[in-house]
């Protein structure tokens, strides 16, 4: 054979560029990964608690329809761990706590079942795989989450609990996302029932040890031809094929995978340029903050609590036993979304971590201060620009929709944002990853 | 009857059939988020609003056409 390997830059090292990078090193492209972060990973993140014990500061649970990621998982020989949700729940719903079994919060269940209804209705009325021509798209696409709840839900434990729901299912504030793209989000994800739900749900089960390891074994099989610290500012194209700039380095290649989030996408610099933008002025970045609180063991499970509590006020309006399987530390993972997150984003460190730390004594007075602490403030990252996933408002899926995967030219889409399937989910990044990578000859 | 009634909302909010005045809601995968589905269809149908708890403590077709029937 003499014939020229295929050049590949792969932009990006989370989860969808890195499976990208590997289906084609596989099949013999000479990739290279250019990484603006310092680190692999992307919206994965692990965080080590404690000596050997690893938590998710970004992307954790899973399921099992998410079956790319499931043979990704076994591929690089990791396990995964059922996420815990055994005792009872804890609800801060106004001014007293209250502890329940199970997680059905102290609301009224009829008008949330009204509310389920509504939703499943919209779920099933999108088109997945052509969201814009969805029936009453374009109504649809033109009204927000939030106007929609102002005109369907009456009662107000409805409408207490939409907006939590919301946070929880897809880090929105209602006011950022059309009523399309929330039928949408819930349908890629499995339906409302699927992507709620832990046990036979999307959180059924986490990565043992940390979703982390997976970019971070994919990015030690490449070696160096992973980049870190080269942010990409430029991808021009020519007769001869593609230029990119990144960092101080040009690489000439035959093809280009961008798999960023759109936010950062947008910011390279093409030529020619590209025909419809990545994101419009409408396009919001996912409102996440994540905060660990460590303790020596899940001391709440000695109460007969399971660590999961829902909060009408913030700033943590869930938490989660992600403690490690093996023992050796307890953690309590709380989630800040929606609007909430937007406020509490802009608060220095310091206000961040003693409201967290004051609330949570609030909620659980039986437990101990914590031992450790860690806050990821995923809206305010440079190089992911929000999180879980970018949040389409009004107009977005009709301006942006029927482009999420189409080449340009020689450059060619990944990401979790690019996957009808699972959008916003890890799944769908890998997803998104093994598509971009088939089409490129 | 309001059994065949009951049976017949768990069966659309489950997506299953077969189900009789004994099938455990729960049992079948049921969860909250569906068993307040139930609760909806239920006030619409029979104009009777239960809450989760009762729901819990009476799982099966039969035992919620019994509260359904003491309430209306």
Not at chain 1, 100 to 105: K, L, N, Q, S, T
Not at chain 1, 182 to 198: E, K, P, Q, T, V
Not at chain 2, 33 to 41: I, M, P
């Amino acid at each position: 054979m003499t014939e020229r390997m295929t050049q590949v830059a792969v932009v990006g090292a989370g989860l969808a560029g890195l499976v990208a990078a590997t289906d084609l090193a596989a099949r013999g492209a000479q990739v290279t990964v250019f990484e603006a972060r310092d680190r692999v990973g992307g919206r994965t993140h692990g965080i080590e608690v404690t000596t050997g014990r690893w938590v998710d500061g970004g992307g954790a649970y899973l399921g099992d329809r998410h079956t790319d990621l499931l043979t990704l998982i076994g591929e690089l020989g990791l396990k995964t761990t059922p996420t815990t949700m055994d005792g009872e729940s804890r609800f801060a719903f106004g001014a007293t706590n209250q502890t329940r079994p199970g997680r059905f919060p102290p609301l009224r269940a009829v008008p949330l079942g009204e509310l389920f209804d509504l939703l499943d209705d919209l779920v099933r009325g999108v088109r997945p795989e052509a969201v814009w021509s969805s029936p009453q798209a374009s109504t649809l696409d033109s009204q927000t989450a939030a106007r929609w709840a102002e005109q369907n839900l009456r009662h107000p434990d409805a409408r207490t609990f939409f907006p939590l729901f919301l946070g929880e299912m897809m880090a929105a504030d209602p006011a950022d996302v059309s009523v399309l793209h929330m039928a949408f989000y819930l349908r890629s994800g499995g339906g409302i029932r699927y992507l709620n739900a832990f046990e036979s749900g999307a959180q059924q089960d986490r990565v043992d040890g940390g979703a982390h390891q997976m970019c971070q074994q994919l990015a030690a099989a490449l070696g160096n031809r992973v980049r870190l610290t080269t942010p990409v500012r430029a991808i021009h194209q020519d007769r001869l094929g593609v230029v990119v700039y990144a960092g101080g380095q040009e690489l000439r290649c035959d093809r280009v995978v961008v798999a960023v989030p759109p936010k950062l996408a947008d910011a390279i610099d093409y030529r020619p340029a590209l025909p419809v933008r990545r994101v419009t002025e409408h396009t919001a970045g996912g409102c996440a903050v994540k905060v660990h609180l460590v303790y020596p063991e899940p001391l709440w499970r000695a109460h007969g609590l399971s660590g999961w509590s829902v909060n009408s006020a913030g700033p943590l309006l869930s938490t989660v036993d992600d403690s490690p399987a093996g023992g050796g530390a307890g953690v309590l993972t709380g989630f800040v979304t929606g609007q909430e997150a937007y406020r509490f984003a802009a608060l220095p460190y310091a206000q961040q971590r003693t409201a967290v730390i004051d609330q949570a004594a609030r909620l659980f007075p039986e437990l101990p201060s914590p031992i450790g602490f860690h806050l990821i403030n995923w809206v305010r990252e440079e190089y992911s620009r929000g999180c879980y996933a970018a949040l389409f408002g009004p107009g977005d899926w009709a301006r942006l929709g029927p482009h999420l995967t189409a080449p340009h030219g020689r450059v060619h889409w990944a990401g979790t944002e690019t996957s009808t399937e699972y959008f916003g989910l890890m799944e769908g990044a890998v997803r998104s990853g093994h598509r971009a990578a088939a089409e490129i000859p | 009857m309001s059994v065949d009634g009951v049976s017949d909302i768990f069966g659309k909010v489950l997506d299953v059939t077969g189900i009789n005045a004994e099938s455990d809601f729960f049992a079948l995968g049921g969860d909250s988020l569906l068993a307040t589905r139930v609760l909806s269809a239920v006030a619409r149908r029979y104009g009777v609003e239960l809450s989760f708890d009762d729901f819990v403590l009476a799982p099966t077709p039969g035992a919620l056409a019994d509260r359904i029937a003491s309430r209306s």
